[in-house]
């Protein structure tokens, strides 16, 4: 043992010290020995260093050997204790190791003293070492629970039952939560209801290795919609998967830039497209003037007056698409994750398009009929392709060819261009024209925000950006290819839609027959022309109708006519009382009360809320008289 020891010794007897010392150095334990002989000096001596080894006579003037141990284990307990003596029984000896020493040896039998010595320092090199990892364990823990605790993103864990295994502290600042609340429940408690196809669908994918960020709502404790961001990897134990780990991290402030930005965007794509709009509204009031003034010189001709009235709802059809596809666009919020078909969405952009394009600019389509579904916003893929088609216009200045096409591409392919493409197959949109091009620098730098090369006065720079953006979030893809004076092609590529079972269609059919039986509605219109044709339609069905001009006038009514009243179907944009109000006060003296809610626009927050307080039906103005009566049918037939 070629290190040097440092031992207290604790004998009052010189030869027998000396002798105890000679003993170790031949066996080569060197040692630097510290004799004392009295309770105060080996107290002394244990505050004022440290030392390898204590070895103590048990037997001494004014002070005994269990004291000394004692007195070692309050102040030195890791250092090893032997006892060297030569009156020491064997009962004593017993006792001393149940009180802590590590091992003892007779005076007359020094020859155990070396192996005792040996055995004695290796237990505590291999306690050190065992708490030195044990230190260095805890601090390891200590450190990964600080930082666990104190991340942004919450660290989660599910079995394959879809159930919290493991959640972070930090869940408390997403979702209210403690962590203790969240173990053991479904994920399916947490997500927003129209986003959890989607989660689920995501999750199905990162079970079997499609991996991928993917960004959702949740719904917090005190009801509150948030946006998160999730990534996540299965688990793996001895090969098979057992669940499913990741991070979640809070994404509500930038998503709603990024709506103040998509609604900027949508403002200047409208604006562009104002003169054509303007353009074909003008048209359509044209039409139905001309043949208003024709019907009243055609009193006579009763095929005549028909084909007019035939082309007076045609163009009133057409000009109720063009607002609706409006409203569409313009609307805010309310994000809506669902099965959509890409080419009906195509089909309605080149309406529009057709509607207030130039007519130098030709527009085509080549559509894949057997296009499969995906799991997107409707509204947001529409302005994809909106912002994508304006500024093919405005690369084509003397006019051109525009295309749209739709196709399907498989994953494993697609991965040679996005090696993060993890769905087995893409749907695919190309937007392609035949206009200037762009050259390499300006290819490089289209999808940063307000980058730009039209004038000032003709663009803000966001479109692109915004098309980069909702692409991301519905985990697709976007590629471009142009050259100077070649035209552009966009590509975008959306994950194919997980196949599940049908859900079967219940809509209630739309039909002039919807009759009444002699129920009374009260009705609640502040535009008097509308409402005296939709009560002709309703009390030529065999309904008898009230009418109220606004919500006050309203309230006042339904009160007088409580027990005649089935039904209520009223504008949400009232004077005096708001429709929102109104539904809320009538429900309020009769619960069970059916109420029908139209409107021509409505916030989707306010919609949604109407509804969830007890309104049993929208009505989406303008709407056609046998649409009305079919609703008005189904909600009085509905059971309460």
Known sequence: ?????????????????ELIHATLEQANIHARFDRVQTRSDFIEA?????????????????FDGKKALELAKELRPEVPFIFVSGTIGEDRAVESLLLGATDYVLKGRLTRL????????????DSKERKRAEDEL???????????????EVIFAIDLNRRFTYVSPVVREILGYESAEVLGKPVSDYIFKEDLPFVLQRLEGVAKGILGPQEYRVVDKAGKTRWVRSSSRPVLVEGKVVGVQGVIAEVTERKSLEEQIRQAQKLESLGTLAGGIAHDFNNILGIVMGHVSLLDRLKGDPEKSQASIDAIDQALRRGTGLVRQLLTFARKGDVVLESIQVNDIVK??????LQTFPKTVEIVMQLRPDLPRILADGTQIHQVLLNLCVNARDAMPAGGRLRIATAVIDGIELRMQFPRASAAAHVVIEVKDSGTGMDEATRARIFEPFFTTK?????????????????????????VDS?????????????????????????????????????????????PMLYEISRMALTGNGYTVLYAKDGLEAIDVYRRHYSDIRLVLTDMDLPKLSGEDLVKKLLAINPSLKIIIASGYLEPEVKSRVLQSGAKAFLAKPYAHAEMLAKVRSALDEKT
Do not use: C, W
């Open 455 to 479: 004038d000032a006065d003709k663009g803000t720079g966001l479109g692109l950006a915004v098309v980069f953006g909702i692409v991301q979030t519905h985990n697709g893809h976007i590629s």
């Open 114 to 125: 070396v192996p005792a010595v040996k055995r004695a320092l290796q237990e505590s090199n």
């Open 1 to 17: 043992m070629s290190k040097e020891l440092s031992i207290l010794h604790l004998e009052d007897n010189v030869n027998d010290a």
């Open 348 to 353: 309605e952009i080149h309406k529009l398009l």
């Open 483 to 527: 050259a100077i004076g070649d035209g552009t092609i966009f590509r975008i590529y959306f994950p194919v839609e997980t196949p599940r079972p049908a859900n079967v269609d219940h809509r209630t059919e739309v039909s002039e027959g919807s009759g009444g039986g002699g129920e009374t509605i009260l009705f609640v219109e502040d535009e």
């Open 46 to 62: 244990l505050q004022r260093r440290d030392f390898d080894l204590v070895i103590s006579d048990f037997s001494l003037p004014s």
């Open 138 to 152: 805890r601090i390891s823990e200590e450190r990964f629970r600080n930082f666990v605790e104190n991340i942004n």
